[in-house]
């Protein structure tokens, strides 16, 4: 019997939140090794299960199954296909990314939108590319109703360290309403995604605050706070930020890092929360620079550490104050 396994990572934005919303901004999304799973196996119907969740379904719609079956609807789609004319199969999705009930927040939405898709791909032997399964899941999300920037997608599709410049999404819904999906997946949407390799001797660490929140409550709390000033400033230190990575360039990464997390701090009190706000106080001292990551008002910050000991020091000094290592890598 054919079976296929295939996972999808997480995402943690390292430079450019916020600011990406806007078309044509730069964001810096680094994939997190923390990982997904789905097995796709022959069978009679379409049988769908996720760990999320304690029951199965079919492809009669159901809410919290939404973002799987949608990614279905549009590969069928996609192909010209009705899911009669395909190979039944089942589908079982593993891997929550989460603890005790509480999300890390690295993406798991966009995670599992990508992993469905890449796991039909597998199965039916389609061999999408990382773009074709960017613009799919996108797609996707913005049949849904998404409101992000499919900044997440982008870095979980590429499953790498990513320059991500967005689109114009309200662009790409009106053709979603008016054109076919083969029409609209030919179209250039504007989008650039860039694999970026760091040449940069340094540790990256993730701390988990354990305090979930929700990016589409947040972006909605932000979004009229977002200036032509701070989109200008963000996607300044976001170019020099990428450049300084590339080049090895540790006093501009920091600074670029500095900015952006000042940015934040600037644009709305909600994005600093407290836990947040001592996860970044922990570098203190270190060759360190932290900021808040993704929304904000919770989920994970980021690190990046020039020295061992330094590591080992905020690794001790978020323990203090309840964050959790969930991550740790060298970026070069
Ligand atoms: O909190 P996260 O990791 O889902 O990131 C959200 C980043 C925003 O720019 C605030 C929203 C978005 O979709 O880009
Ligand atoms: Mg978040």
């Known amino acids: 019997m054919k079976m296929i396994k295939v996972q999808t990572g997480g995402k943690l934005y390292i430079a450019g939140e916020y600011a990406i919303l806007t078309p044509g901004q730069t964001a810096i999304i680094k994939n997190i090794p923390i990982h997904m799973t789905a097995v796709v196996k022959e069978a009679k119907d379409i049988s769908l299960f996720s760990d999320m969740f304690d029951y199965a379904v079919g492809m009669t719609p159901d809410s919290k199954y939404a973002l799987i079956q949608q990614s279905i609807v549009t590969l069928f789609d996609y192909l010209g296909k009705s899911a009669e004319e395909m190979p039944a199969f089942s589908l079982e999705i593993t891997g929550k990314m989460e603890r005790d009930g509480k999300k890390f927040g690295i993406g798991s939405s966009g995670s599992v939108t990508v992993l469905t898709l890449k796991a039909l791909s597998a199965f039916y032997e389609l061999n999408l590319s990382a773009d074709l399964l960017f613009k799919l899941a996108s797609y996707t999300l913005l049949k849904l109703g998404d409101n992000g920037s499919m900044g997440d997608i982008a870095c979980i599709a590429y499953d790498d360290l990513v320059a991500f410049t967005s689109f114009d999404r309200q662009q790409v819904a009106k053709w979603i309403e008016k054109e076919s999906i083969q029409e609209v997946l030919n179209k250039d949407w504007g989008y650039q ?11 990256f660490l993730v701390g988990w605050t354990m305090q979930p929140s929700i990016s589409k409550d947040m972006i909605n709390l932000v979004k009229s706070a977002i200036s032509q000033e701070f989109l200008a400033a963000t996607e300044k230190e976001v170019q020099i930020c990428k450049q300084a990575l590339q080049t090895g360039d540790k006093e501009s990464v920091k600074k670029a890092l500095q900015n952006v997390s000042d940015l934040l701090l600037g644009l709305s009190s909600a994005i600093y ?7 970044k106080a922990a570098e203190d001292g270190l060759d360190v620079i932290a900021k808040s990551s993704g929304s904000g008002g919770g989920d994970c910050g980021i690190a990046i550490s020039f020295n061992r000991e330094d590591s080992q020091e905020l690794i001790k000094r978020w323990q203090e104050v309840g964050i959790e290592l969930l991550d740790m890598e060298e970026l070069a």
Request: charged share 20%; with cysteine; glycine share 0%.
């Open 193 to 203: 995604i860039e694999v970026i390799t760091p040449a940069l001797p340094c540790e």
């Open 273 to 279: 929360n407290d836990k947040l706000l001592a996860l």
